[in-house]
């Protein structure tokens, strides 16, 4: 077992541009987590997928932020036409979920730190 | 709505002193809490758990903590602190059927020597 990663740790980008961050969960671990923490705020939650489907999305997903998990493992979040607003750490997190759907223990990954200039 | 509070920004303590930090959740159901600790730059770590059963939870590097349902408050614990607990600590609530946590916005413990 050897947690949750994140690909890149830093990104440092001009406003305007696109980027995309990699996470792989825990292996077997059917449930990945998006949040968004800015500086002096803990985490917010931004969306959730169990196993390939997207199930819930915060109304702090703009358009412009898309997320995918295309075969139940590893998730991309992109940002297209990025914006100051934007940079703060991004974490993703995973957990293993019953088919009951009960609150499982989410496992976070190290993040990946967005400065959008 | 789902709420958490944790009403210290900033705590410093004494190596070898005793720690509480205290967390207020707003849930009108049984909630599950949560702490954890984030070093600067790093993820979150799980301290500890309270889903069901003993309100007393025990967690790891000596923390635990107590859930107190008249008081809606998950205070953590550690009777004697030391200088590498200097991080964030995040309170967190979830819902006992779902996934989305709710966060604190977190309480900075410095250690002083």
Known sequence: DTGVSQNPRHKITKRGQNVTFRCDPISEHNRLYWYRQTLGQGPEFLTYFQNEAQLEKSRLLSDRFSAERPKGSFSTLEIQRTEQGDSAMYLCASSHGTSGGFQETQYFGPGTRLLVL | ?113
Do not use: M
């Open chain 2, 1 to 113: 709505a789902q709420s958490v509070t944790q009403p210290d920004i900033h705590i410093t303590v004494s190596e070898g002193a005793s720690l509480e930090l205290r967390c207020n959740y707003s849930y009108g159901a049984t909630p599950y809490l949560f702490w954890y600790v984030q070093s600067p730059g790093q993820g979150l770590q799980l301290l500890l758990k309270y889903f069901s059963g003993d309100t007393l939870v025990q967690g790891i590097k000596g923390f635990e903590a107590e859930f107190k349902r008249s008081q809606s408050s998950f205070n953590l614990r550690k009777p004697s602190v030391h200088w590498s607990d200097a991080a964030e600590y995040f309170c967190a609530v979830g819902p006992s059927y779902g996934n989305k946590l709710v966060f604190g916005a977190g309480t900075i413990l410095r250690v002083k020597s």
